[in-house]
């Protein structure tokens, strides 16, 4: 009954910004560590970015500095604040979420454009 749905993409000139969300329902993410993961056309699936329960965060290294994740637990909801977006920006954005000894669960993803 877990599902996540991630919402906020759309087309965005360079330079622009956008604030993805993804809204978890069927289970409280709290507790669980969550992560933003992008996919561009014909390449591979890479990590965005990471959030601990404890609101600790990862970045990938060409994210640093422009992108922020953060969470509203009371909201149960997980965001993603890209600022200074480039082309190679351009990706279907994934939330997902991981419970120790379950299954990991994905979104069905957003799609970012990034162009002029």
């Known amino acids: 009954q877990v599902q996540l749905v991630e919402s906020g993409g759309g087309l965005v000139q360079p330079g622009g910004s956008l604030r993805l969300s993804c809204a978890a329902s069927g289970t409280l993410i709290g507790i669980y560590t969550m992560d933003w993961y992008r996919q561009a056309p014909g390449k591979q699936r890479e990590l965005v970015a990471t959030?601990?329960?404890?609101?600790?965060?990862v970045y990938a290294e060409s994210m640093k500095g422009r992108f922020t994740i953060s969470r509203d637990n009371a909201k149960n909801m997980l965001y993603l604040q890209m600022n200074s977006l480039k082309p190679e920006d351009s990706a279907v954005y994934y939330c997902?979420?991981?419970?120790?000894?379950?299954?990991?669960?994905w979104g069905q993803g957003t799609q970012v454009t990034v162009s002029s």
């Open positions: 959030i601990t329960g404890g609101s600790s965060t």
């Open positions: 997902k979420l991981r419970i120790p000894g379950r299954n990991d669960y």
